[in-house]
């Protein structure tokens, strides 16, 4: 039967059917939707772990088990999981271990464009890539296969448009051949040098009998069309070219992206007039190519930067300019913004009242950095506001202190833990605020260590952030609501005055979350507005101005009152008094 599937969701299916038993994971646009598809089968063991790095080891563990196992994570995810990776593909598995990662070519939800094959061959790791949902399926239960045929983790490697992209797949019933037996072995299992030693000989072993599996590979195919052009390609590009080109090409599509074959590459090119590749980021294949001795034309006609498109494609290779449709109209930037009743809004607005440098990081709250809150100076990755807060406090020690680190509760529990640590450890003196608005925001409301729920919304333990900072060393603790600026304000102010490290937790859940009551929407009495604009200096969304006065949209507004404490006039009111 086929399906229309989102591409994550089929990954999900292929999980499924492939007799998958554990998977964890750690949220993050675009793989986000494979577990929570995945958690929707009862036969499958799901969990968000508090980082990939977690994630990736629960399901060496599982594998090692005897358990057919997964975890999913984005492209800068992998970072955080390489130390696991690299020597996973040392050990080796037991049951079959399917790693899945989503590049996000364009930056559509991430801080770089970094392209994750680099960590396939720099981890020596099998790795697949679909172009479809239909691939999606296919791909995860054949990963399992080859997990198992060659003693190794396998990745799958998404990109934006694979996994948020639907298309048909053929859904089939699950095969589950239960637990393997697991049996002790500390030669294949103990990476200690003496074993480590024995084990990167089996891996080298290992690379060339995946070779040779990739030269007659059923995912990598060959489409003989017009031979004076011939295409390499692999995943979304793929696609891209064959609507760009059609039968004006010919078409070698690697569906096995590491290890790349050899021999079937040099016969296609050999029976193609001139050879292109195509593929977003960087110039893997094409390198790969050059080495073997095919010559191609690639990223001196492609970009390394951004998506690509079947336009691009089009003039680049036929020199023909697609017809489109312009407007002739200026249609105002619509940049992203912090949700009207967003918690985080109160708490930039009373940071920018106190004109402190802020460290920040990654989640809902990094756009606090654009106007009119402008307060967010730096953001690296996850967890390394806290970190950078220690090194800039440190790096301008006796200068007075103006500087605090924000960071979600998410984030905090899934690196920014340590650098509280090393803050209370190593005597410095920083203050650092945690957002905690009761749920992982920014990937759509996944349940977090912190909010007392797991991913199937049964209730757990929930860390107490408080007692967790207190734990750590930091004395000074204080919970604020976000919503009541002068609060939120002077408790900054007065940690930013003590001689010592501590910690101020911004507390409200997302205005979002279906279980928030919120007020009834606020209105503006055009008699009392003086037109001053304070009002706007928050940047919610749901305040505008009408005809030379303050208005707010009644279908956006929660209430919160956060703009009546601006409103020097008492021109912002509530209809029920």
Same mark, same amino acid.
């Given at each position: 039967? +086929?399906?229309?599937?989102?591409?994550?969701?089929?990954?999900?299916?292929?999980?499924?059917?492939?007799?998958?038993?554990?998977?964890?994971?750690?949220p993050?646009?675009?793989?986000?939707?494979?577990? %929570?598809?995945?958690? +929707?089968?009862?036969e499958?063991?799901?969990?968000?772990?508090?980082?990939?790095?977690?994630?990736?080891?629960? !399901?060496? /563990?599982?594998?090692?088990?005897?358990?057919?196992?997964f975890?999913?994570? +984005?492209?800068?995810?992998?970072?955080?999981?390489?130390?696991?990776?690299?020597?996973?593909?040392?050990?080796?598995?037991?049951?079959?271990?399917?790693?899945?990662?989503a590049?996000?070519?364009?930056?559509?939800?991430?801080?770089?464009?970094?392209?994750?094959?680099?960590?396939?061959?720099?981890?020596?790791?099998?790795?697949?890539?679909?172009?479809?949902?239909?691939?999606c399926?296919?791909? #995860?239960?054949?990963?399992?296969?080859?997990?198992?045929?060659?003693?190794?983790?396998?990745?799958?490697?998404?990109?934006?448009?694979?996994?948020?992209?639907?298309?048909?797949?053929?859904?089939?019933?699950? %095969?589950?051949?239960?637990l393997?037996?697991?049996?002790?072995?500390?030669?294949?299992?103990?990476?200690?040098?003496?074993?480590?030693?024995?084990?990167?000989?089996?891996?080298?072993?290992?690379?060339?009998?995946?070779?040779?599996?990739a030269?007659? !590979?059923?995912?990598?195919?060959?489409?003989?069309?017009?031979?004076?052009?011939?295409?390499?390609?692999?995943?979304?590009?793929?696609?891209?070219?064959?609507?760009?080109?059609?039968?004006?090409?010919?078409?070698?599509?690697?569906?096995?992206?590491?290890?790349?074959?050899?021999?079937?590459?040099?016969?296609?090119?050999?029976?193609?007039?001139?050879?292109?590749?195509?593929?977003?980021?960087?110039?893997?294949?094409? #390198?790969? @190519?050059?080495?073997i001795?095919?010559?191609?034309?690639?990223?001196?006609?492609?970009?390394?930067?951004g998506?690509?498109?079947?336009?691009?494609?089009?003039?680049?290779?036929?020199?023909? %300019?697609?017809?489109?449709?312009?407007?002739?109209v200026?249609?105002?930037?619509?940049?992203p913004?912090?949700?009207?009743?967003?918690?985080?809004?109160?708490?930039?607005?009373?940071?920018?009242?106190?004109?402190?440098?802020?460290?920040?990081?990654?989640? @809902?709250?990094?756009?606090?950095?654009?106007?009119?809150?402008?307060?967010?100076?730096?953001?690296?990755?996850?967890?390394?506001s806290?970190?950078a807060?220690?090194?800039?406090? +440190?790096?301008?020690?006796?200068?007075?202190?103006?500087?605090? !680190?924000?960071?979600?509760?998410?984030?905090?529990?899934?690196? /920014?833990?340590?650098?509280?640590?090393?803050?209370?450890?190593?005597?410095?003196?920083? #203050?650092?605020i945690?957002?905690?608005?009761?749920i992982? /925001?920014m990937?759509?409301?996944?349940?977090?260590?912190? #909010?007392?729920?797991?991913?199937?919304?049964?209730?757990?333990?929930?860390?107490?952030?408080?007692?967790?900072?207190?734990?750590?060393?930091?004395?000074?603790?204080?919970?604020?609501?976000?919503?009541?600026?002068?609060?939120? %304000?002077?408790?900054?102010?007065?940690?930013?005055?003590?001689?010592?490290p501590?910690?101020?937790?911004?507390?409200r859940?997302?205005?979002?979350?279906?279980?928030?009551?919120?007020?009834?929407?606020?209105y503006?009495?055009?008699?009392?507005?003086?037109?001053?604009?304070?009002?706007?200096?928050?940047? @919610?969304? !749901?305040?505008?101005?009408?005809?030379?006065?303050?208005?707010?949209?009644?279908?956006? @507004?929660?209430?919160?009152?956060?703009?009546?404490?601006?409103?020097?006039?008492?021109?912002?009111?509530?209809?029920?008094?």
């Amino acid at each position: 039967m +086929k399906k229309l599937l989102l591409g994550n969701e089929a990954v999900a299916r292929g999980l499924y059917e492939a007799g998958c038993r554990v998977a964890s994971s750690y949220p993050g646009t675009p793989s986000t939707e494979i577990t %929570e598809h995945a958690a +929707k089968y009862d036969e499958i063991y799901c969990e968000w772990a508090p980082n990939e790095k977690v994630a990736m080891e629960v !399901a060496c /563990g599982a594998s090692i088990a005897g358990a057919r196992s997964f975890c999913g994570m +984005k492209h800068v995810g992998l970072n955080v999981a390489c130390d696991p990776l690299f020597t996973a593909s040392y050990t080796g598995v037991n049951a079959g271990m399917v790693i899945a990662v989503a590049d996000d070519p364009g930056m559509h939800s991430s801080q770089n464009e970094q392209d994750s094959r680099h960590h396939a061959q720099a981890s020596k790791t099998m790795m697949l890539e679909p172009a479809d949902s239909a691939e999606c399926l296919a791909y #995860t239960k054949l990963a399992y296969e080859l997990s198992e045929q060659f003693d190794t983790p396998v990745i799958l490697r998404l990109s934006t448009r694979v996994s948020h992209s639907r298309s048909l797949a053929e859904v089939a019933e699950r %095969e589950d051949n239960g637990l393997k037996e697991y049996v002790k072995d500390p030669q294949k299992y103990v990476m200690m040098p003496a074993m480590a030693k024995g084990r990167h000989v089996v891996v080298e072993e290992r690379f060339q009998a995946e070779t040779a599996w990739a030269e007659t !590979a059923p995912v990598n195919t060959v489409e003989y069309n017009d031979t004076s052009i011939g295409i390499i390609t692999a995943g979304i590009s793929y696609q891209y070219a064959k609507e760009a080109l059609g039968g004006h090409a010919s078409y070698l599509k690697l569906g096995c992206v590491y290890p790349l074959p050899v021999k079937l590459i040099q016969e296609f090119a050999a029976k193609c007039d001139k050879v292109y590749v195509i593929e977003e980021l960087d110039d893997f294949i094409e #390198t790969h @190519c050059r080495k073997i001795g095919v010559d191609v034309t690639g990223k001196e006609a492609f970009t390394f930067c951004g998506e690509y498109s079947q336009a691009m494609i089009a003039k680049a290779i036929l020199g023909e %300019e697609k017809p489109s449709l312009h407007a002739a109209v200026e249609v105002p930037g619509r940049p992203p913004v912090l949700c009207a009743g967003c918690p985080h809004r109160g708490l930039f607005y009373a940071l920018k009242k106190l004109k402190v440098t802020v460290s920040g990081d990654i989640g @809902c709250y990094t756009l606090g950095a654009l106007a009119p809150l402008g307060m967010i100076d730096t953001c690296i990755c996850m967890g390394a506001s806290v970190s950078a807060l220690h090194g800039h406090n +440190k790096a301008r020690e006796g200068s007075n202190r103006r500087s605090v !680190a924000v960071i979600g509760d998410s984030t905090f529990i899934h690196s /920014g833990i340590t650098g509280l640590i090393d803050i209370a450890y190593n005597q410095g003196n920083s #203050t650092v605020i945690i957002l905690d608005n009761s749920i992982t /925001g920014m990937t759509g409301h996944q349940q977090n260590p912190t #909010t007392g729920y797991t991913i199937k919304g049964d209730p757990t333990a929930a860390v107490s952030l408080e007692a967790l900072c207190k734990a750590v060393g930091i004395n000074r603790v204080v919970v604020v609501d976000p919503y009541d600026l002068k609060q939120t %304000e002077e408790a900054i102010r007065q940690e930013l005055a003590v001689d010592e490290p501590s910690v101020v937790i911004s507390r409200r859940p997302c205005a979002l979350l279906k279980y928030v009551k919120h007020n009834p929407p606020l209105y503006v009495n055009t008699e009392k507005c003086t037109s001053c604009k304070m009002c706007m200096r928050i940047g @919610c969304p !749901a305040i505008s101005i009408k005809e030379g006065k303050a208005n707010i949209d009644f279908t956006q @507004c929660v209430g919160c009152g956060v703009c009546t404490q601006l409103c020097r006039f008492g021109a912002i009111e509530s209809k029920e008094g």
